[in-house]
Protein backbone atom coordinates (compact mmCIF):
# COMPACT_ATOMS: atom_id res chain seq x y z
CA UNK A 1 0.00 0.00 0.00
CA UNK A 2 2.90 2.47 0.79
CA UNK A 3 3.91 1.85 -2.70
CA UNK A 4 1.00 3.02 -4.27
CA UNK A 5 0.22 6.15 -2.32
CA UNK A 6 3.92 6.91 -3.47
CA UNK A 7 2.49 7.39 -7.41
CA UNK A 8 0.91 10.24 -7.63
CA UNK A 9 0.93 13.36 -9.94
CA UNK A 10 4.83 15.02 -9.47
CA UNK A 11 6.32 12.84 -7.84
CA UNK A 12 9.64 12.10 -9.30
CA UNK A 13 11.42 8.90 -9.51
CA UNK A 14 14.99 9.98 -11.22
CA UNK A 15 14.56 11.67 -14.44
CA UNK A 16 10.79 10.75 -14.37
CA UNK A 17 8.19 12.63 -13.03
CA UNK A 18 4.67 11.69 -12.72
CA UNK A 19 2.25 13.61 -15.22
CA UNK A 20 -0.70 11.60 -15.01
CA UNK A 21 -3.13 9.03 -12.97
CA UNK A 22 -2.37 5.43 -12.57
CA UNK A 23 -3.80 2.79 -15.58
CA UNK A 24 -5.08 -0.07 -13.78
CA UNK A 25 -5.35 -2.97 -15.56
CA UNK A 26 -2.86 -6.49 -15.67
CA UNK A 27 0.19 -4.56 -14.76
CA UNK A 28 -0.74 -1.20 -13.50
CA UNK A 29 1.24 1.42 -15.58
CA UNK A 30 1.94 5.47 -15.15
CA UNK A 31 2.33 8.52 -17.76
CA UNK A 32 5.77 9.83 -16.84
CA UNK A 33 7.37 12.97 -17.93
CA UNK A 34 11.57 12.35 -18.15
CA UNK A 35 13.55 15.33 -17.62
CA UNK A 36 14.90 15.63 -21.13
CA UNK A 37 11.30 16.24 -22.33
CA UNK A 38 9.91 12.42 -23.01
CA UNK A 39 6.87 11.40 -22.62
CA UNK A 40 6.28 7.65 -22.18
CA UNK A 41 4.25 5.10 -19.84
CA UNK A 42 6.13 2.79 -17.66
CA UNK A 43 5.58 -0.09 -15.40
CA UNK A 44 4.71 0.90 -11.82
CA UNK A 45 6.23 -1.62 -10.64
CA UNK A 46 9.59 -0.67 -12.13
CA UNK A 47 9.30 3.00 -11.60
CA UNK A 48 12.44 3.99 -9.41
CA UNK A 49 13.91 1.03 -9.39
CA UNK A 50 14.97 -0.37 -12.88
CA UNK A 51 13.23 2.31 -14.93
CA UNK A 52 14.69 5.94 -13.52
CA UNK A 53 14.89 7.48 -17.11
CA UNK A 54 13.17 7.52 -20.43
CA UNK A 55 16.46 5.55 -21.60
CA UNK A 56 18.07 8.96 -21.90
CA UNK A 57 20.66 7.83 -18.90
CA UNK A 58 21.77 4.90 -20.54
CA UNK A 59 22.63 6.81 -23.82
CA UNK A 60 24.61 9.58 -21.55
CA UNK A 61 26.45 7.36 -20.33
CA UNK A 62 27.41 5.46 -23.03
CA UNK A 63 28.77 8.55 -24.81
CA UNK A 64 30.10 9.97 -21.25
CA UNK A 65 32.25 6.69 -20.62
CA UNK A 66 32.48 4.70 -23.69
CA UNK A 67 31.76 1.65 -21.23
CA UNK A 68 28.47 0.53 -21.65
CA UNK A 69 29.84 -2.90 -22.81
CA UNK A 70 32.30 -3.42 -20.09
CA UNK A 71 32.20 -5.60 -16.99
CA UNK A 72 31.24 -2.68 -14.45
CA UNK A 73 28.59 -1.45 -16.28
CA UNK A 74 27.18 -4.80 -17.16
CA UNK A 75 27.24 -5.44 -13.34
CA UNK A 76 25.20 -2.33 -12.54
CA UNK A 77 22.74 -3.15 -14.88
CA UNK A 78 22.45 -6.78 -13.29
CA UNK A 79 22.11 -5.57 -10.33
CA UNK A 80 19.54 -3.16 -10.76
CA UNK A 81 17.28 -5.52 -13.11
CA UNK A 82 17.67 -8.43 -10.31
CA UNK A 83 16.41 -6.05 -7.23
CA UNK A 84 14.12 -3.73 -9.22
CA UNK A 85 12.74 -5.90 -11.95
CA UNK A 86 9.87 -9.11 -10.73
CA UNK A 87 10.41 -10.55 -13.65
CA UNK A 88 14.12 -10.69 -13.97
CA UNK A 89 14.98 -14.68 -13.31
CA UNK A 90 17.42 -13.86 -10.14
CA UNK A 91 14.50 -11.31 -8.88
CA UNK A 92 13.00 -14.17 -5.78
CA UNK A 93 16.28 -14.29 -4.61
CA UNK A 94 17.17 -10.23 -4.34
CA UNK A 95 14.21 -7.98 -5.08
CA UNK A 96 11.72 -10.42 -3.78
CA UNK A 97 13.35 -11.23 -0.58
CA UNK A 98 14.14 -7.18 0.09
CA UNK A 99 17.37 -6.41 -1.05
CA UNK A 100 17.52 -3.02 -2.92
CA UNK A 101 19.47 -1.03 -4.82
CA UNK A 102 20.72 2.51 -2.79
CA UNK A 103 18.89 5.46 -4.17
CA UNK A 104 22.35 7.00 -5.02
CA UNK A 105 23.34 3.98 -7.50
CA UNK A 106 19.56 3.31 -8.88
CA UNK A 107 19.88 6.52 -11.02
CA UNK A 108 23.97 6.92 -11.75
CA UNK A 109 26.32 4.30 -13.18
CA UNK A 110 29.14 7.46 -11.91
CA UNK A 111 28.04 7.09 -8.31
CA UNK A 112 28.17 3.40 -8.42
CA UNK A 113 31.48 2.98 -10.10
CA UNK A 114 33.49 5.91 -7.81
CA UNK A 115 32.68 3.53 -4.92
CA UNK A 116 33.23 -0.51 -6.80
CA UNK A 117 36.14 1.07 -9.67
CA UNK A 118 37.55 -1.21 -11.68
CA UNK A 119 36.60 -5.14 -11.79
CA UNK A 120 40.53 -6.62 -10.78
CA UNK A 121 40.17 -9.56 -12.98
CA UNK A 122 37.80 -11.87 -14.96
CA UNK A 123 37.33 -13.99 -12.20
CA UNK A 124 35.58 -11.35 -10.29
CA UNK A 125 31.91 -10.29 -9.73
CA UNK A 126 29.91 -8.06 -7.73
CA UNK A 127 29.04 -9.12 -4.30
CA UNK A 128 27.51 -7.98 -1.07
CA UNK A 129 29.96 -8.41 2.43
CA UNK A 130 26.78 -8.67 4.33
CA UNK A 131 24.54 -10.78 2.27
CA UNK A 132 21.24 -10.03 3.76
CA UNK A 133 21.90 -6.05 3.03
CA UNK A 134 21.49 -3.88 0.37
CA UNK A 135 23.66 -2.49 -2.18
CA UNK A 136 25.07 0.08 -1.15
CA UNK A 137 28.15 1.99 0.24
CA UNK A 138 30.48 -0.04 2.38
CA UNK A 139 28.51 -3.28 1.24
CA UNK A 140 29.99 -3.90 -2.04
CA UNK A 141 33.07 -5.76 -3.15
CA UNK A 142 34.80 -7.21 -6.44
CA UNK A 143 34.88 -10.97 -5.12
CA UNK A 144 36.28 -14.05 -6.75
CA UNK A 145 33.49 -17.17 -6.85
CA UNK A 146 35.18 -18.99 -3.88
CA UNK A 147 34.93 -16.06 -1.75
CA UNK A 148 31.44 -15.63 -2.67
CA UNK A 149 30.66 -18.94 -1.91
CA UNK A 150 31.89 -18.53 1.56
CA UNK A 151 29.35 -15.82 2.06
CA UNK A 152 26.44 -17.23 0.57
CA UNK A 153 23.31 -17.71 3.32
CA UNK A 154 24.32 -20.97 3.37
CA UNK A 155 27.51 -19.88 5.38
CA UNK A 156 26.66 -17.85 7.44
CA UNK A 157 23.30 -18.59 8.61
CA UNK A 158 22.29 -22.40 9.99
CA UNK A 159 19.27 -23.78 8.84
CA UNK A 160 17.26 -21.81 11.33
CA UNK A 161 18.36 -18.75 10.36
CA UNK A 162 20.78 -18.04 13.47
CA UNK A 163 23.78 -15.97 12.31
CA UNK A 164 27.51 -18.01 12.35
CA UNK A 165 29.45 -15.40 13.67
CA UNK A 166 31.28 -14.62 16.91
CA UNK A 167 30.24 -16.47 20.03
CA UNK A 168 27.61 -18.42 18.26
CA UNK A 169 29.55 -19.99 15.82
CA UNK A 170 31.17 -23.33 16.67
CA UNK A 171 33.94 -24.77 14.37
CA UNK A 172 34.23 -28.92 14.84
CA UNK A 173 38.07 -30.19 14.47
CA UNK A 174 36.13 -31.55 10.79
CA UNK A 175 36.30 -27.96 9.68
CA UNK A 176 32.74 -27.80 10.16
CA UNK A 177 30.74 -24.62 11.05
CA UNK A 178 27.85 -25.88 13.96
CA UNK A 179 25.38 -23.13 15.58
CA UNK A 180 25.90 -23.03 19.48
CA UNK A 181 22.61 -21.78 19.97
CA UNK A 182 21.34 -24.75 18.22
CA UNK A 183 23.41 -27.26 20.02
CA UNK A 184 22.30 -25.45 23.53
CA UNK A 185 18.69 -26.12 22.42
CA UNK A 186 19.36 -29.97 21.44
CA UNK A 187 21.34 -30.53 24.54
CA UNK A 188 18.25 -28.88 26.33
CA UNK A 189 16.35 -31.40 24.55
CA UNK A 190 17.91 -34.12 25.59
CA UNK A 191 18.02 -33.55 29.21
CA UNK A 192 14.34 -33.25 28.80
CA UNK A 193 14.00 -36.32 27.77
CA UNK A 194 16.24 -37.86 29.85
CA UNK A 195 14.39 -36.33 33.05
CA UNK A 196 11.36 -37.53 31.82
CA UNK A 197 12.08 -41.09 31.30
CA UNK A 198 13.40 -41.35 34.91
CA UNK A 199 10.17 -39.74 36.02
CA UNK A 200 8.11 -42.40 34.37
CA UNK A 201 6.87 -45.19 36.39
CA UNK A 202 8.63 -48.77 36.93
CA UNK A 203 6.69 -51.36 34.16
CA UNK A 204 5.21 -54.38 35.71
CA UNK A 205 3.86 -54.30 39.52
CA UNK A 206 1.67 -56.31 41.82
CA UNK A 207 0.29 -59.59 40.24
Aim: glycine share 10%; proline share 4%.
Amino acid sequence: MARVAEIRIGARFGRLTVVGERIVGGQSRVPVRCDCGVQKVVFVDHLGKSTVSCGCLNREVCTKHGMNKSPEWTAWQSMRQRCGNPKSREWHNYGGRGIRVCPEWVGSFDAFFAEVGRRPSPFHSLDRIDNNGNYEPGNVRWATASEQQQNTRRCIECKYGHRLEGDNLRIRRDGRRRCAECERARQRERRARAKAKQQEPALGGLA
